[in-house]
C-alpha cells in the first residue's frame, strides 16, 4: 500500500493523476446526462423473471402491444343528469380521435353506467401503449386525456384512474428524482462539511471529488446498460446517488482526518499524504469492499429490481473509493496546507483529539464497561419491542403516496359504484383447444365477479394456438383479498387438463413480487452476514471480534427498525411497509453501518500492537471519535434525503436507514462496542497473538 500511497501523491504523479480524472470527466459528464434515458421502468425492470405474472406478461404481447388502461370516472351524488350523459357522450366521441403520446383513441371502450336504477356514475375506458417509452409518456398521454374532459365542475366529479392514471401519478412522483436527490444530497454534503472542518476551502475538494465519483458511476452505468443489459431503474438511479454522496463522503472525511494527524507529525505534506494513505488505506478499502459484496450478494434476489440495484449500487461505491483515495489526495496536496484555513495544522501542532470529548468518553468508559454494555444492549433491545407494530406485508395504491393524488380519489369513487377490481382485471392465457373448460374454471372462482370474461380491447383472441380473456376480481386490485382470488382462480386453471393456463394482472405481479421478496428476504440477509463476517475475519485477523461486531450491527438494525415501525404508526400514520423494506434496511444498514466499527476497531487494532488493547480503545476512539461521527450524520443526512419524494416507500426507507446509521455512530459503535472490547480485552483478537498480548504490548511489527 506504501508504494501505491506514494504514486498517488508524489511531486510529479499528483499531476498525473489529476490529468487522468481531467480526461474521465470529459468522457464521463455527456454519457452521466444520459442515464435517465437508459433506465428500464417498465413491469419487467421490475417483476420477478421466472413468476407466473411474468410468463402472462411476456406473452400477451403476442395477443396486442403492452397496454395500460386510463380509467375516467363521473360521478355525481345525487344521479347524472341528462347533459352529464350528453357531456360524457360528447368525451366519448373527442377520445375515439385521440391519437397523441400513446392514446390508443380509437379503442376507448364505454360509457359503462354503475348499476343503479338512476345512475350517480359512470366510467370510460383509454388503452394507452405502454412500450420502451410508455414510461416517460404515460404523464402526456394522461393529460391528454384530461385535456379532452376536463376536471367537473357543478356537481360533477371528473377523475382519471385505474392502473394509467395511477402510473401517470406514479410518473410525476419520480419526475426529476435524479436532480432532486442531487442538489438534496449535494446540499447536506456542504452544510456538514461546513459544520466538520469549518473551513470553507477545504470542504470544496471533497464536493468536487464525490460528483466527479457520481459522473464516473453514471457513465460507466450507462454504458453497461445500453451495451451489456444492466437493468437501471427510477429506484436504482435514486439509491445510487445517495449512496454515491454518503459512501464517498465518509471515505473523504477518514482520509482527512489522517492526513490532518500526519500532517502534525511531517513537514513534507507528499509524505503526510503517503502516510495517511498508507494508515487509512486499508479500513477504507474493508469497508467499500464490505459494502461492494453485500451489494452484489443481491444477485441472488428472484426480483429483478433488487437484482439490478446490486451491481448498479456496487458499481457507485467502488468508483466512489478510487475517487477518494486517487483524486482527493491528488488535490489536497496540490493545494497545499492552506486549504485548511482557518485551522492549520503545522508540523509539531498538538493533536486536540488527545484530550477531547472523544477521549474522555474512553476514559469513562474503561472504568465501568460491563455496566455500560449491558445497559446499552438492553435499551437496544427494548426499542426493538417496537418490531410487533412493522407491517411488511406490502402498500395499495392509495398508501403509497403521502399525498392523494387524482388517481386514488378517483379509485375510491369507483369503488364506490363499480365492482372494486373493475381497474385491475386479471389476464389469463391458456391453450385454445382448453378455452371453454378454463373460462368455466375462472367464472366458476369465488372472488371473480359474474359476467366480467371478455377479450382485452385491442387484442387478438386466438394467437398461435392461445386464447387471452380478462377477468374482474369483486375487491379492490391491490387487496389481499383480491390476492387471494388470483390464487383461488391459479389453482382452478392449473387443474384443468391440457391447459397450460397461466393468470397474470396487476393483483397476480403484487401476489408474485411480494412472494419473491420474501423468498429475497430469507436468502439474501444470512449471505450478507456471510460476506460481512469474513470481510472483518480477514481485516482484523480475528474470529471473537468480527462475531461481536455483527451481534451490535444486527441489535442496532433490529432497534431502527423497531423504532421506525413505531414512527410510521403513530407519527407519520403511513398503513405499512412494502415486503422488501426491511431486506433493503437491513443491506444499507448493515453493509454501511459496519464500516464505522471497522474504521474504530482497525484503529484500535493498530493502537494494541504499541500500547495493548485497553489503552488502544481509549486512544482508538479519541482519534477516530470525531471523523466517525462526522461521516454517520452526512450518511444519515443523505439517506434522509430520500424523504424529500413524495413516495412513502422511499421516505420510509430514507427514515429507517438514518436513524440506524445515527443508533450506529452514536451508540453502537461509541458505546456498545467500546465498551465490549475494554471488558473483553486482548481476548477479543483470538485466535491471533494479540489475544495473548503480555504486559500490554505485542512483540509485532507496525502493522497494516
Known sequence: MRGVARLICGRRTKWAVLAFWFVVLVLAAPLAGKLMGAQDNDAASWLPSSAESTQVWEESKGFRPEIITAIVVYAREDGLTGADRARIAEDVRQLMTLRAHGVRGAETRGPVYDSGTAPAAAQIFVPITMDEKGWERIGPAVDSVRDIVGSGGEGLAVHISGPGGVAADSADAFSGIDSTLLLAALAVVVVMLLITYRSPSLLVLPVISVVAALLTAQALIYLLASHAGLTVNGQSAGILTVLVFGAGTDYALLLVARYREELRRHEDRHEAMARALHRAGPAVLASSGTVVLSMLVLLVAEMNSTRGLGPVAAIGVAVALVAMLTLLPALLVIFGRWVFWPVVPHLGTPEPTEHGFWARTGQRLSGRPRRVWVATALVLAALSLGLVQLRAAGLGNADSFPDKPDSIVGQEVLHRYFPAGSGSPLVVIADAG???????????????????????????????????????????????????????????????????????????????????????????????????????????????????????????????????????????????????????????????????????????????????????????????????????????????????????????????????????????????????????????????????????????????
Open 434 to 704: 382448453r378455452s371453454a373448460q378454463v373460462r368455466a374454471a375462472v367464472a366458476g372462482t369465488r372472488g371473480v365477479v359474474p359476467g366480467s370474461l371478455v377479450v382485452p380491447p385491442g387484442a387478438e383472441p386466438v394467437h398461435d394456438g392461445r386464447v387471452i380473456f380478462e377477468a374482474t376480481p369483486a375487491d379492490p386490485g391491490d387487496s389481499e383479498r383480491a390476492e387471494q382470488t388470483v390464487q383461488r382462480v391459479r389453482d382452478a386453471v392449473h387443474g384443468v387438463p391440457g391447459a397450460d393456463a397461466h393468470v397474470g394482472g396487476d393483483t397476480a405481479t403484487l401476489l408474485d413480487m411480494d412472494a419473491a421478496t420474501r423468498h429475497d428476504n430469507l436468502v439474501i440477509i444470512p449471505l450478507v452476514l456471510l460476506v460481512v463476517l469474513i470481510i472483518l475475519a480477514l481485516v482484523l485477523r480475528a474470529l471473537v471480534a468480527p462475531l461481536l461486531l455483527i451481534a451490535t450491527v444486527v441489535l442496532s438494525f433490529a432497534a431502527a427498525l423497531g423504532v421506525s415501525a413505531l414512527a410510521f404508526r403513530y407519527v407519520f400514520d403511513y398503513a405499512g411497509e412494502t415486503t422488501d423494506f426491511p431486506l433493503f434496511v437491513f443491506v444499507f444498514l448493515v453493509a454501511l453501518g459496519i464500516d464505522y466499527n471497522i474504521f474504530l476497531t482497525t484503529r484500535i487494532r493498530e493502537e494494541a500492537l504499541h500500547q495493548g488493547t485497553r489503552a488502544g480503545v481509549v486512544t482508538g476512539l479519541a482519534t477516530t471519535g470525531a471523523v466517525i461521527t462526522s461521516a454517520g450524520l452526512v450518511l444519515a443526512g443523505t439517506f434522509a434525503v430520500l424523504g424529500t419524494l413524495p413516495v412513502v416507500a422511499f421516505a420510509e426507507i430514507g427514515f429507517a436507514v438514518a436513524l440506524g446509521v445515527l443508533l450506529d455512530t452514536f451508540v453502537v459503535r461509541s458505546v456498545l462496542v467500546t465498551s465490549l472490547i475494554l471488558d473483553i480485552g486482548p481476548r477479543v483478537w483470538w485466535p491471533h497473538r494479540l489475544a495473548h498480548e503480555d504486559g500490554g504490548r505485542a512483540k509485532e511489527p507496525e502493522a497494516v
